[in-house]
């Protein structure tokens, strides 16, 4: 798994290339929680090319965003593919997150 970050009006984009499963959560987790831990709690997470999903990926995921949220902050999600969309349709995740259909939106929604 390939993460890349920018910044743009001051909201972290994360764009993960490759599959999110128990292998490299970690690398995930360390990457987001670096985020948090600098003051930057507002982050995109761009899932353009995550193409698989399981429940160690899911996991990390949830346990992100409750931290962004106690600390006031928010992670949102965008591109998802089917089979990410599936995923956070059948654990009732897409009632949870805010997901977006591209980052551009994702970014004005904390506007």
Do not use: H, P
Request: net charge neutral.
């Amino acid at each position: 798994m390939k993460i890349s970050s920018e910044i743009k009006d001051n909201i972290v984009i994360l764009k993960i290339d490759g599959e999110l499963d128990y292998e490299n959560t970690e690398e995930l987790g360390k990457k987001i929680d670096d985020c948090l831990n600098n003051e930057q709690n507002q982050i995109v997470l761009n899932m353009k090319n995550v193409d698989y999903i399981n429940s160690a990926g899911l996991r990390i995921l949830v346990q992100a965003w409750k931290k962004a949220t106690n600390m006031s902050g928010n992670i949102k999600f965008s591109n998802l593919q089917i089979f990410v969309q599936r995923m956070f349709r059948i654990t009732n995740l897409s009632g949870v997150f805010n997901v977006y259909i591209d980052e551009m939106d994702a970014v004005k929604s904390f506007k």
